[in-house]
């Protein structure tokens, strides 16, 4: 037995055979490890295109996202069972945020992304050993796409017809300055336009900053002098040296040398483009009325400034208007005109207007005095919407939101104090409307009006492209505001010791006042559309829509 077991012990015969046998072993987990796990690489690459391209066609087809995938899917040679998932959600494009937080699903308002889940197999060949018998790998691809839809757009400054004196002593009053401007040069200055970038540009170079992003410039507090100087610029270089290039150049002298500063925020918003060079130009054009641009700069200098002008629109039963007025400042971190994505919004600024109309008397009552204070406080515009026309851009359309400021309107006794204190609402007492010396009548009312509710304003392609102007009313807007005042008007009639009552006074002072709605109404539209507000209105337009389609975002 022992000779035997050293006989075996020393026979080498076979060992070839068992060295084969472990190696046999090595050579399969190779060629596991070169043939299936790189058929598995490149399937989850031919997966994750597969994947990719889903989710761009979904969110370039929100609307019909999931069958848009299937199909994409199936073009690309796999079941459409392979589909795991197509959900719809917002993505924000913000460095700030973890990848994983740009997007949330479900959709908050209306969806601009995609997300697609796909779930492939690969054979296994070499490799079924190692996995129990399992004759294929799972390959599970994720791709997020997001729809890159702007607009640019803008509320207010509204001009709904020219009077030379009353907008060269209101536009001059915000500006700080006196204008004596022609009807002539204020069309010229309407019918121009400039580009926001280009003024931009001409503005950064005006003080110096160079390399430097938009969103420098729209943080930066800028003298007055130098942005209309850039706004000459950029005129001169889009139109020459036309009417409006002249028009603009008077303007530039009046306001030389004044000191007032703006925040650049609150005139334009950049939107995605803000972190752009200077000097660089966005796809998405952003037209300006060159009026416009300084109607809006004027509104934001003037800040809580009074602006005080007399009114002769030659209206009959008026005898003479003096106007006060002050500009609030804009809504926190809003601005006149903008560039986004849904949801941007653009406001107005909260407006006082306080009238001291003299009218024509009749019999005993030779004038009547009127008070007549009216608030608009601000109007929002939101980007609802923007439709992509594709491959047609020009059936593109766009949707906004529109809140026009809600109107308060009184016939009292209004301060200089609460024009401009803009933290409270006047509560006036009764102002004196007639005074006979021993016989006074004083006067009150109140009206209010507005709606919470946004409209919806559709822009189509050719609107966009022509920047039409749509107007919005409030849906409780009656037609006469001094109609209104008047529904609520109490009037006092005070007889001193010596006075002797006259029968039907106050009827008198009401039918004069009641004779003059028409012309009061019409002081107060021209003098609130000077300064860019309307009563319960607010005018809106879209001076640009780019549609880029759906990009990768993750």
């Keep these: 037995m022992q000779n035997l077991l050293r006989r075996f012990g020393s026979d080498t015969r076979g060992n070839i055979a068992i060295m084969g046998a472990g190696c046999m072993v090595l050579v399969l987990g190779c060629a596991a490890l070169g043939v299936d796990v790189g058929s598995i690489y490149a399937d989850r690459r031919k997966s994750q295109s597969a994947a990719d391209l889903a989710a761009i066609v979904a969110a370039s087809n929100l609307g019909n996202a999931t069958n848009a995938a299937v199909a994409t899917v199936t073009k690309n040679n796999y079941p459409a069972s392979a589909l795991v998932s197509v959900d719809l959600g917002n993505y924000t494009a913000n460095a700030a945020l973890a990848p994983q937080a740009r997007f949330v699903t479900p959709a908050t308002g209306t969806a601009n992304a995609a997300r697609v889940t796909l779930k492939t197999q690969t054979p296994l060949y070499f490799a079924r050993m190692f996995t129990g018998g399992s004759s294929h790998f799972d390959i599970t691809s994720t791709a997020v796409a997001a729809n890159t839809a702007v607009a640019s757009f803008a509320i207010g400054s509204r001009l709904a017809s020219l009077n030379g004196g009353l907008i060269n002593a209101m536009l001059g009053g915000m500006l700080g300055t006196t204008l004596s401007l022609s ?9 121009a336009r400039i580009d926001a970038f280009d003024f931009l540009s001409a503005l950064a ?85 060159v009026f416009d641009l300084l109607s809006a700069t004027g509104a934001v ?23 006060m007025a002050t500009v609030g400042e804009h809504p926190q971190g809003s601005s006149w005109v903008a560039v986004g994505a849904q949801g941007a919004s653009v406001h107005t600024a909260q407006t006082r207007v306080l009238l001291q109309i003299q009218l024509l008397g009749s019999g005993s009552v030779s004038a009547v005095n009127l008070p007549v204070y009216v ?34 309107a009184w016939i009292g006794k209004v301060s200089v104090a609460d024009m401009t204190n803009f933290t409270s609402k006047p509560n006036p007492p009764a102002a004196t409307l007639v005074n006979l010396g021993l016989i006074t009548v004083n006067g009150r009312a109140h009206a209010g009006m507005g709606n919470t509710t946004p409209t919806s304003v559709a822009f189509s392609y050719s609107d966009i492209a022509a920047q039409t102007k749509k107007t919005v009313t409030t849906t409780n807007f009656t037609s006469s505001l001094t109609g209104s ?52 209105q607010a005018d809106v337009w879209v001076s640009g829509v780019r549609c880029d389609g759906a990009v990768l975002v993750n």
């Design 183 to 191: 009807v002539m040069d204020y069309q010229a200055l309407l019918s």
């Design 375 to 408: 608030e608009v406080a601000s109007g929002t515009a939101t980007l609802d919407a923007i439709s992509c026309g594709r491959p047609e851009v020009s059936t593109s359309s766009v949707t906004l939101g529109v809140t026009p400021g809600i109107i308060d």
């Design 301 to 323: 200098a003037n800040g809580t400034h009074q602006i005080a002008a007399s009114v002769n629109l030659g209206l009959p039963g008026i005898a003479a208007v003096t106007l």
């Design 205 to 289: 170079t005006r003080v110096n900053l160079t390399g430097v992003t938009y969103s420098d410039v729209l943080s930066s507090n800028i003298k007055l002098p130098d942005i209309v100087a850039a706004m000459l610029s950029a005129q001169q270089a889009a139109n020459g040296a036309d009417s409006a290039t002249t028009a603009l150049s008077n303007v530039s002298l009046a306001v030389a040398g004044l000191p007032t500063k703006i925040a650049m925020g609150s005139l334009i918003d950049a939107g995605p483009y803000a972190d752009m060079i200077v000097g660089t130009k966005p796809k998405v054009g952003v037209g300006l009325s």
């Design 485 to 536: 005042l008047l529904g609520d008007l109490a009037l006092q009639i005070n007889v001193g010791p010596l006075g002797l009552p006259i029968p039907g006074l106050g009827g008198t002072v009401t039918g004069i006042i009641g004779g003059a709605t028409a012309s009061i109404d019409q002081v107060l539209a021209s003098v609130l559309a000077t300064l860019g507000v309307g009563l319960g």
